[in-house]
């Protein structure tokens, strides 16, 4: 398959799954299976945090197939940030204690308002992250092209 199909699926997916978290959907507090805790919004953020660094890996052709250094280095970092964002649900499930991610005044970490601050802290990462360094790619390439202007 063709990257830029990745690419087209991975922005569709990110965009569905932004759109119904920024709605606050119904479906997002639904459980998936009836009796387990494990929300339909657990899911779909899952799956959103993944699509983006995807998105950008799979739109970037010099990110997805390097061809110098510096394109090598962002490949690496994507794919870090691809597996981050994979191991979001389980980072998460360990911070929380449960599956609907809620965090409550306890003594132990797990679960407690403290763990809740590592949670967002690593949410926002998976975030962040990759569209920092979408931005240093674009700055990267921006002084690539004011050198070979002077040039």
């Keep these: 398959m063709k990257a830029s199909f990745y690419f087209i699926i991975s922005l569709i997916v990110l965009a ?3 759109y ?9 507090a639904k459980p998936i299976i009836d009796g387990v805790a494990f929300p339909y919004g657990t899911l779909i ?10 998105a950008i890996y799979s739109g970037v052709r ?3 197939r390097p061809i110098s250094f510096i394109h090598k280095v962002f490949s690496y970092v994507y794919n870090f940030f691809i597996l981050l964002s994979l191991f979001w649900g389980f980072v998460s499930y360990y911070f929380a204690s449960n599956w609907t991610f809620i965090f409550t005044q306890k003594s132990e970490f797990r679960g407690s308002i403290k763990a809740s ?5 690593y949410t926002v990462a998976c975030i962040a992250l990759p569209l920092m360094f979408l931005f240093l790619y674009w700055f990267y390439l921006l002084i690539c092209y004011l050198r070979a202007k002077t040039k």
């Design 20 to 28: 119904l978290l920024l709605t606050g959907s119904s479906l997002l």
């Design 117 to 121: 601050e590592y949670f967002w802290a």
């Design 45 to 54: 953020t899952w799956v959103g945090l993944v699509a983006l660094p995807f």
């Design 16 to 18: 569905l799954c932004s």
């Design 62 to 64: 010099r990110i997805k």
